[in-house]
């Protein structure tokens, strides 16, 4: 079992930055790969990024490209998202994900979830 806790969420002006965070507990982490995904009222939970559990890999949606950064500390047990640039439309809850690198791209496949932090970009 992995439990992963999400923080670092809040109210941004557009253009502004937020660092996410999320650590987990339980399994050992560092063989673990990490997303991050979204969800948006009425919408359903899209992915942002991932990284593979040595951190030497990352992979992100077209639509934050440029923008956001995923990292992790492996020795902390907590993965980042810097989120730079932000705009309107990136208001969402922001979850953490963990799993094997085929699982946690995915949201019907992934089997651990934080509980998620609200992201609100307005002026």
């Known amino acids: 079992q992995v439990q992963l806790v999400e923080s670092g969420g809040g109210l941004v002006q557009p253009g502004g930055s937020l660092r996410l965070s999320c650590t987990a507990s339980?399994?050992?982490?560092?063989?673990?790969?990490k997303g991050w995904f979204r969800q948006a009222p009425g919408k359903e939970r899209e992915f942002v990024a991932a990284i593979n559990s040595s951190g030497d890999s990352t992979y992100y949606a077209d639509f934050v490209k440029g923008r956001f950064t995923i990292s992790r500390d492996n020795a902390k047990n907590t993965v980042y998202l810097q989120m730079n640039s932000l705009k309107p439309e990136d208001t969402a809850v922001y979850y953490c994900?963990?799993?094997?690198?085929?699982?946690?791209?995915?949201?019907?496949?992934?089997?651990?979830w934080g509980q998620g932090t609200q992201v609100t970009v307005s002026s």
């Open positions: 994900s963990a799993d094997t690198l085929n699982r946690v791209m995915i949201a019907l496949l992934v089997r651990y």
């Open positions: 339980g399994r050992t982490f560092s063989d673990v790969a």
